[in-house]
């Protein structure tokens, strides 16, 4: 049988892997945006600022933000009341962080799905972005596998909170 620590370990390398990534695109996002303010402000001397900027930066965020989730998720940094679980009942405290995963993990489930239709949806229809003219489908594919695994992020934290019931028969 595989330890749970040993998937943990792999999982926490595989996010913070997309965590980076996440942190590198936020950088040259920050630099997009330094370089387009710039051009925007020395343009009577022939410069001007980055055409279509504000799309690639709305792309750039979202895929900052979908690579952040799963790196959260499996330092338990989401849903967290610790200043008054901390003072209830250990099976309450337990209670309370099993629904509040749980939770979470439907939610990740729901968007992944989202973003997995959406993403068909503009393929589809051939959605482009207005100024680069980039397939609006392209943004959504970038974030989805960082959605995935936030997903199934979400269900191993489920299952580590269910394996650390206060109240659990002794084997």
Not at 41 to 56: C, K, M, R, S
Not at 113 to 121: E, I, K, N, T
Not at 133 to 154: E, K, M, N, Q, T
Not at 159 to 164: D, P, S
Request: with cysteine.
């Amino acid at each position: 049988m595989i330890k749970i620590s040993l998937i943990q370990k792999q999982l926490e390398k595989l996010c913070k892997a997309f965590a980076l990534a996440g942190g590198f695109m936020l950088i040259v996002l920050a630099l997009l945006t330094v370089i387009s303010v710039i051009g925007r402000t020395i343009n009577a001397y022939g410069f001007g600022p980055i055409q279509g900027d504000f799309e690639l930066v709305e792309n750039g965020t979202a895929f900052v933000v979908f690579c952040s989730l799963p790196y959260c998720q499996i330092r338990f940094g989401h849903v967290s009341v610790d200043i008054l679980s901390r003072r209830f009942p250990a099976m309450l405290s337990w209670i309370i962080s099993l629904i509040s995963q749980f939770g979470m993990m439907v939610i990740a489930i729901i968007i992944t799905r989202q973003l997995y239709l959406g993403m068909v949806d503009k393929y589809n229809w051939g959605e482009t972005s207005f100024i680069l003219a980039l397939p609006a489908w392209w943004g959504y594919a970038a974030v989805l596998p960082a959605s995935i695994l936030w997903s199934v992020v979400c269900l191993f934290t489920v299952l580590i909170v269910i394996a650390n019931n206060p109240h659990k028969v002794a084997s």
